[in-house]
């Protein structure tokens, strides 16, 4: 749990869970892999199985103590729809709340806007009727390359009050990508040792396509071995766009601005 995050596209954090498998090929560097490793090294009791699937009891109902409306991505270090997230707790299996528990905590925050990014839109989709899906949850999915494009045809069957897409890393072109039903797309290139380059016009055509839409874009940045050194400019412009009519400026981390750069 981190009240101000580094991420560049919310505030804080906040992780009930933690652990993941690798999917696709997004999955090869993950930062938060590392990251989980570096902390159980450290002794950190939240990580002591490391990346391993864990279910933190403690952190479940911490939102509804934070009073200040905020933007707080959900498992930042994990997938709430991973295969091992029971639906419902399963104490007997060491797994003391679900799904269902954690969307239950979303909607009983309900001054704050929850974000909620899988690479598992599929198991959603199948378990949406089970769900109430308060209007302060988005969802988004993360697509690294074409082959992952099916990804956001399950987005679009869930009924979020915005879906979002994570294009980070983005690994190759998406000339397909159809943005139908999209409220919001953000777009990155992979960060830390190994990181794969990006091709600029891979990110320019993206943004061509949500302009054209009228749909807001992020750019979150070039990546690279060091991510500070390559910035956030897109042809000299900062994209910091976010869904204006879901986000009012006083809880977003920076205006939403028609021309992409900060007010």
Same mark, same amino acid.
């Given at each position: 749990?981190?009240?101000?995050?580094?991420?560049?596209?919310?505030?804080?954090?906040?992780? !009930?869970?933690?652990?993941?498998?690798?999917?696709?090929?997004?999955?090869?560097?993950?930062?938060?892999?590392?990251?989980?490793?570096?902390?159980?090294?450290?002794?950190?009791?939240?990580?002591?199985?490391?990346? @391993?699937?864990?279910?933190?009891?403690?952190?479940?109902? *911490?939102?509804?103590?934070? *009073?200040?409306?905020?933007?707080? $991505?959900?498992?930042?270090?994990?997938? =709430?729809?991973?295969?091992?997230? !029971?639906?419902?707790?399963?104490?007997?299996?060491?797994?003391?709340?679900?799904?269902?528990?954690? $969307?239950?905590?979303?909607?009983?925050?309900?001054?704050?806007?929850?974000?909620?990014?899988?690479?598992?839109?599929?198991?959603?989709?199948?378990?949406?009727?089970?769900?109430?899906?308060?209007?302060?949850?988005?969802?988004?999915?993360?697509? @690294?390359?074409?082959?992952? =494009?099916?990804?956001?045809?399950?987005?679009?069957?869930?009924?979020?009050?915005?879906? $979002?897409?994570?294009?980070?890393?983005?690994? /190759?072109?998406?000339?397909?990508?159809? =943005?139908?039903?999209?409220?919001?797309?953000?777009? /990155?290139?992979?960060?830390?040792?190994?990181?794969?380059?990006?091709?600029?016009?891979?990110?320019?055509?993206?943004?061509?396509?949500?302009?054209?839409?009228?749909?807001?874009?992020? $750019? *979150?940045?070039?990546?690279?071995?060091? *991510?500070?050194?390559?910035?956030?400019? =897109?042809?000299?412009?900062?994209?910091?766009?976010?869904?204006?009519?879901?986000?009012?400026?006083?809880?977003? !981390?920076?205006?939403?601005?028609?021309? /992409?750069?900060?007010?």
């Amino acid at each position: 749990m981190a009240d101000g995050s580094a991420i560049e596209w919310t505030h804080a954090t906040w992780n !009930p869970i933690t652990g993941c498998d690798e999917v696709s090929p997004g999955c090869d560097h993950c930062y938060a892999r590392r990251l989980a490793r570096r902390l159980q090294a450290m002794g950190v009791t939240q990580y002591a199985n490391g990346f @391993e699937v864990s279910f933190h009891e403690s952190v479940l109902r *911490k939102p509804l103590r934070w *009073k200040r409306p905020r933007l707080i $991505f959900v498992n930042s270090m994990s997938d =709430l729809f991973h295969p091992k997230v !029971p639906l419902r707790a399963d104490p007997r299996a060491g797994k003391p709340f679900g799904i269902i528990d954690v $969307f239950e905590v979303m909607k009983a925050a309900y001054w704050h806007q929850f974000q909620v990014l899988t690479k598992r839109p599929q198991r959603a989709s199948r378990i949406v009727d089970k769900l109430f899906w308060p209007d302060n949850v988005w969802v988004g999915v993360s697509v @690294e390359n074409s082959d992952y =494009l099916w990804r956001v045809d399950h987005l679009r069957r869930l009924p979020a009050a915005v879906k $979002f897409l994570s294009l980070e890393p983005l690994l /190759g072109p998406l000339d397909t990508l159809d =943005l139908t039903g999209i409220d919001w797309v953000i777009v /990155g290139g992979e960060s830390g040792p190994g990181a794969r380059p990006m091709d600029p016009n891979w990110v320019r055509a993206i943004r061509d396509k949500c302009v054209e839409a009228g749909i807001p874009f992020f $750019f *979150k940045q070039w990546g690279g071995t060091n *991510k500070n050194r390559t910035g956030r400019l =897109l042809d000299g412009v900062e994209w910091s766009q976010f869904p204006r009519s879901i986000v009012s400026t006083r809880s977003c !981390p920076v205006k939403w601005c028609k021309s /992409g750069s900060r007010e």
